[in-house]
C-alpha cells in the first residue's frame, strides 16, 4: 500500500519584532500570495500564514509518526533550504518559500517528498533515505519554465 499526504505546508514567519521590520513587508507586498488570495473574506497576512504552517506541520508531522513502510508527500512549499536554488540565495523572500524540516525528512524518511512553489528547477536530491523531486511549469509568460520536463512521471 503506497500512503500519501499532501499538504500547502505554508511558511512561518519568525515571530520577533526584527523581522517584522525588516522583512514582512517585503516578503508581503513581493508575494503575490497576499495580494490575490482572501482569507475569510480579508486579505493574506503573515499572521495566517502562521496558522496555517502551524496546522500543517501538526498534520505532517503526526501523518509521517506513522510507520507505513511505502509514503510519499507533496506539498506546494520547499521543505528545505538544503540544496536551494543558487539563484536565490541571500534573497528577502526565501523565507516566503520554503521551510526548513532536514530534521523531519532525516528522521521520518518518506520515499519521495515532492515539492514546487520556487519557480526553478534543480535536480532531484536526497536527505537521509528521502529523495527529494520538482518538476516546476512555473509562469511561462516569465520564462520560468526551464528545466520543466512535460514527460515526466514518478512511479511510486
Not at 501523518?63 to 543558487?86: G, I, M, Q, R, W
Request: net charge negative; glycine share 4%.
Amino acid at each position: 500500500m503506497i500512503i500519501q499526504y499532501a499538504s500547502d505546508l505554508h511558511l512561518e514567519f519568525p515571530q520577533n519584532e526584527e523581522f517584522f521590520k525588516a522583512n514582512q513587508w517585503q516578503i508581503e507586498k513581493g508575494m503575490s500570495d497576499f495580494q490575490v488570495i482572501k482569507y475569510k473574506g480579508s486579505r493574506f497576512s503573515a499572521e495566517q500564514f502562521n496558522q496555517l504552517h502551524a496546522e500543517s506541520m501538526k498534520f505532517l508531522e503526526q501523518a509521517l509518526h506513522h510507520n507505513y513502510t511505502d509514503k510519499s508527500v507533496v506539498t506546494h512549499h520547499v521543505p528545505t533550504f538544503y540544496n536551494y536554488p543558487e539563484k536565490y540565495k541571500g534573497d528577502a523572500l526565501n523565507e516566503a518559500f520554503a521551510v526548513e524540516l532536514f530534521d523531519l525528512i532525516e528522521t521520518n524518511g518518506p520515499d519521495y517528498w515532492i515539492y514546487g512553489h520556487t519557480h526553478s528547477n534543480i535536480s532531484d536530491f536526497e536527505i537521509g533515505k528521502t529523495c527529494l523531486k520538482t518538476n516546476q511549469l512555473s509562469y511561462v509568460n516569465y520564462n520560468e519554465q526551464i528545466g520543466y520536463q512535460n514527460e515526466r512521471i514518478i512511479k511510486l
